[in-house]
């Protein structure tokens, strides 16, 4: 439990900073990652986006909302009962503005050695490989 605690502390720290940075922008972190999704893969569907970030569809859907409502994505028209979302132009530059305000937070993680980042990568990879479950067999 102690590493468990250890990473959740971690987490709880690293997104009220990044929030903290974000907060001038009028976004939250969870919005900004909406975006930066959205950027690598335009007319993306709430389903798919929730997969992504492992939030439900309903949460997914909540984001693109307030994201439209703010004028940073435009929705597609319901085809079906998927709707699609991509980055108004006004979403592209609150974008660039959102990732200038986290260059001091790469800064500071670009401080740490390279040896450090390396190992911290391949260990929080090996924690969420481990937490993983082993797929259920077809037959059960």
Request: hydrophobic residues 45%; aromatic residues 6%; contains cysteine.
């Amino acid at each position: 439990m102690d590493l468990i605690t250890t990473i959740l502390r971690f987490h709880h720290i690293l997104e009220a900073r990044l929030d903290r940075a974000l907060n001038g922008c009028g976004l939250s972190f969870a919005q900004y990652e909406v975006m930066e999704i959205l950027v690598a893969e335009p007319k993306l569907h709430g389903g798919e986006l929730g997969r992504r970030l492992h939030i439900t569809r309903q949460s997914a859907h909540g984001l693109f909302r307030q994201l439209a409502r703010a004028g940073l994505i435009e929705l597609l028209p319901r085809d079906g009962a998927i709707r699609c979302a991509w980055l108004t132009r006004a979403g592209r530059k609150r974008l660039d503005i959102c990732r200038c305000a986290l260059e001091s937070i790469e800064r500071a993680t670009g401080a740490l050695p390279s040896t450090t980042a390396r190992d911290l990568r391949e260990t929080l990879s090996s924690f969420e490989a481990a937490l993983i479950p082993p797929p259920r067999p077809w037959w059960l």
